[in-house]
Antibody, heavy 115, light 108 residues
Framework: QVQLVESGGGVVRPGGSLRLSCAAS????????MHWVRQAPGKGLEWVAF????????YYADSVKGRFAISRDSSKNTVYLQMNSLRVEDTAVYYC????????WGQGTPVTVSS | EIVLTQSPGTLSLSLGERATLSCRAS???????LAWYQQKPGQAPRLLIY???SRATGIPDRFSGSGSGIDFTLTITRLEPEDFAVYYC?????????FGPGTKVDIK
């Protein structure tokens, strides 16, 4: 079945960097746009970034623009989120999601930014 | 940025009752690109409805979506035990692809 598996989360100091990965399987990865969404502890969902199926364009939430970068490798069926200049307020579970209407989600990977 | 407002914040209902959840947008949602998601504690969100009224694969027909423009509704006709959760609406027509703050449906 269609599956997304995130990895790469962890604990990092403010100002540090992390790269998240999302491995996709059981669908034609190269034909779908992919998103990252996050959820801070006890809070709602916040869309973070999107990359089109052909890497033709990317969109970012204002809260991460200039600090985060989304990319994809269709040879590995994987989408990435490079997170730089991390802040305490970036602490959240990060999910990847597939397609225009987010029809499949991964299980999430937790990121904690703390000194 | 399109801001989504959901009401009520919490809905307390009994098994078998009908739930009506509202989502209002600050401006018209492009092509009715409005989705609804269900999230249970410790789990990822699950897509219920897309395109304002199309049920996602495997979603029971007790879930239905309606609305257009700025006003949208998710209806659950007869609440089952597994339906008690938080529900989010989201617009995916224009970046940023914003979510509403959620409606919690809990057991009365």
């Amino acid at each position: 079945q269609v599956q997304l598996v995130e990895s790469g989360g962890g604990v990092v100091r403010p100002g540090g960097s992390l790269r998240l990965s999302c491995a996709a399987s059981a669908f034609t990865f190269s034909t779908y746009g992919m998103h990252w969404v996050r959820q801070a502890p006890g809070k709602g969902l916040e869309w973070v970034a999107f990359i089109r199926y052909d890497e033709g364009y990317e969109y970012y939430a204002d809260s991460v623009k200039g600090r985060f970068a989304i990319s994809r490798d269709s040879s590995k069926n994987t989408v990435y989120l490079q997170m730089n200049s991390l802040r305490v307020e970036d602490t959240a579970v990060y999910y990847c999601a597939k397609g225009a209407w987010f029809d499949t989600w991964g299980q999430g990977t937790p990121v904690t930014v703390s000194s | 940025e399109i801001v989504l407002t959901q009401s009520p914040g919490t809905l307390s209902l009994s098994l078998g009752e009908r739930a009506t959840l509202s989502c209002r947008a600050s401006q018209s949602v492009n092509s009715n690109y409005l989705a609804w998601y269900q999230q249970k504690p410790g789990q990822a969100p699950r897509l219920l409805i897309y395109g304002a009224s199309s049920r996602a694969t495997g979603i029971p027909d007790r879930f239905s979506g309606s609305g257009s423009g700025i006003d949208f509704t998710l209806t659950i006709t007869r609440l089952e035990p597994e339906d008690f959760a938080v529900y989010y609406c989201q617009q995916y027509g224009n970046s940023p692809f914003t979510f509403g703050p959620g409606t919690k449906v809990d057991i009365k």
